[in-house]
């Protein structure tokens, strides 16, 4: 089943709370863990030229496997630092992440603001 674009986004809001927990070795790197390593790269990464329902159906089924992945945060968090500009990662697109990073700046920018208000009203 197709879903429209940014369907994931609701993925980006869980909490890291609802997501299972690393249950391993902490000190391990977070990708030894994570469950795509034992699928197709191909699922996470377009080939070139791929028709758009194609595309759609292989990034859903990729993000069904990270749903499931115990390091999704982990991973959606490297790819939003990074930033990876292709691939799915952590559950979302690289679209997807261009908006969840949009977000993340307009709070941050929203966040400061209000900061500043406050400050010039305690010290007014």
């Known amino acids: 089943m197709l879903q429209p674009p940014h369907s994931s ?3 980006a809001a869980v909490p890291a709370q609802r997501v299972p927990a690393r249950d391993r070795d902490q000190d391990a790197p977070w990708h030894t863990e994570a469950v ?3 699928d ?3 699922l996470f990464f377009a080939p070139s030229k791929e028709p758009t329902a194609a ?3 292989r990034e859903e089924a990729a993000k069904r496997v990270c749903s499931r992945c115990p390091v999704m945060v982990e991973c959606r968090e490297h790819a939003l630092l990074q930033p990876e500009p292709y691939g799915v990662w952590g559950g979302l697109t690289a679209a997807e992440r261009r908006v969840v990073l949009a977000r993340r700046r307009r709070r941050e920018m929203e966040l400061k ?3 500043g208000a406050t400050a010039n009203r305690m010290a007014g």
């Open 9 to 11: 986004l609701q993925v």
């Open 40 to 42: 197709e790269a191909g």
């Open 55 to 57: 595309r759609l159906s």
């Open 36 to 38: 795509c390593r034992r």
């Open 113 to 115: 603001k209000a900061a």
